[in-house]
């Protein structure tokens, strides 16, 4: 069945470093693909999404391209913050079934 | 903008008992609500998803009887968990949607863990 692989947390980054969150897939047919933030204490947030290969999602100086030829969707920004420390949930939907994620990637960031 | 709460947070109840888990839609109707369940290390899991007014639809390998969906209003859904023991030890979260429940729709709570002694 379908599945979602994101990279093993966590991540430590200082403030400012460049981030890479990994994340394959395998899926039959054209899946759309998320990647989801959970801050403490709240619940999942939608951060940005792909619906078609080599189609950019963006949001909040992140972005992830989808990659058909690779299977993969990895999350990248160019300078964190502190305030970017949480966990990271790369998510994969096909309509009619239901969301698949990965296992989540705990980032940490420090001043 | 969605906001989804759960309630309670954590919980901790002996083996044997029931818990009940609510979560609730803030600002918004939610005609369809998700449960999902996730293990330490691992991916969230969907559970069952429910719909105001109807029975909730399981996923393979979810037992019915013990983990109770009820989808009374259209801000409230809850889940009970019956006769609890230590191996249903878990994070429970739920998610709420407006429409068909396409994955960019959901609003997610900040989920419920429950600890089984």
């Known amino acids: 069945g379908d599945s979602v692989t994101q990279m093993e947390g966590p991540v430590t980054l200082s403030e400012e470093a460049f981030l890479t969150i990994n994340c394959t897939y395998t899926?039959?047919?054209?899946?759309?693909l998320f990647w989801y933030v959970q801050y403490p204490g709240e619940g999942l947030q939608l951060l940005l999404k792909?619906?078609?290969?080599?189609d950019k999602g963006s949001n909040k100086g992140f972005e992830a391209t989808y990659r058909k030829e690779t299977t993969s969707f990895h999350l990248e920004k160019g300078s964190v913050q502190v305030s970017d420390s949480a966990v990271y949930f790369c998510?994969?939907?096909?309509?009619?079934?239901?969301?698949?994620f990965g296992k989540g990637t705990t980032l940490s960031v420090s001043s | 903008g969605a906001v989804v709460s759960q309630h309670p947070s954590w919980v901790i109840c002996k083996s044997g008992t029931s818990v009940k888990i609510e979560c609730r839609s803030l600002?918004?109707?939610?005609?369809?609500m998700f449960w999902y369940r996730q293990f330490p290390k691992q991916s969230l899991m969907l559970m069952a998803t429910?719909?105001?007014?109807?029975?909730?639809?399981?996923e393979q390998g979810v037992e019915k009887d013990k983990f109770l969906i009820n989808h009374a209003s259209l801000t409230l859904s809850t889940l009970t968990v019956t006769s609890a023991h230590p191996e249903d030890s878990s994070f429970y979260i739920c998610?709420?949607?407006?429409?068909?429940?396409?994955?960019?729709?959901?609003?997610f709570g900040p989920g419920t863990r429950l600890t089984v002694l």
């Open positions: 998610s709420a949607s407006q429409g068909s429940g396409g994955a960019d729709t959901q609003y």
């Open positions: 600002d918004f109707q939610a005609t369809t």
């Open positions: 429910s719909n105001e007014g109807s029975k909730a639809t399981y």
């Open positions: 899926a039959t047919g054209y899946p759309s």
């Open positions: 792909a619906t078609k290969a080599d």
């Open positions: 998510a994969l939907y096909q309509a009619g079934t239901a969301l698949i």
